[in-house]
């Protein structure tokens, strides 16, 4: 059973940065990639960015692209977010997830869910 744990979330104001992490309990051998996903109050999961095995292919949402970049490090089995120039609109909760096979955008193809992390951005 593979485990993910975020970690990262808090309080910051407009404009500011928070970086977020994602633990993965248990190497495996299988290759995999890595996606956040966030969820605001009252409002449906949606994407934010995914990032295949080799860290060289990425995805990214319209509304974060520019201002998040997406990482990992296979060594320590740990993806990160680091996001800048934060709006109240990314306030929510944030998801990492496992998807075996190359990054995607679509939440259903992925086949392990963290517990998530809060952010919230005051204006």
């Known amino acids: 059973q593979v485990q993910l744990a975020e970690s990262g979330g808090g309080l910051v104001q407009a404009g500011g940065s928070l970086r977020l992490s994602c633990a993965k309990s248990?190497?495996?051998?299988?290759?995999?990639?890595m996606g956040w996903f966030r969820q605001a109050p009252g409002k449906e999961r949606e994407f934010v960015a995914a990032?295949?095995?080799?860290?060289?292919?990425?995805y990214y949402a319209d509304s974060v692209k520019g201002r998040f970049t997406i990482s990992r490090d296979n060594a320590k089995s740990t993806m990160y977010l680091q996001m800048n120039s934060l709006k109240p609109e990314d306030t929510a909760v944030y998801y990492c997830a496992v998807h075996w096979g190359d990054p995607v955008r679509n939440g259903h193809e992925y086949d392990y869910w963290g517990q998530g992390t809060q952010v919230t951005v005051s204006s």
């Open positions: 990032i295949s095995w080799s860290g060289g292919t990425t």
């Open positions: 248990r190497r495996t051998f299988r290759r995999y990639a």
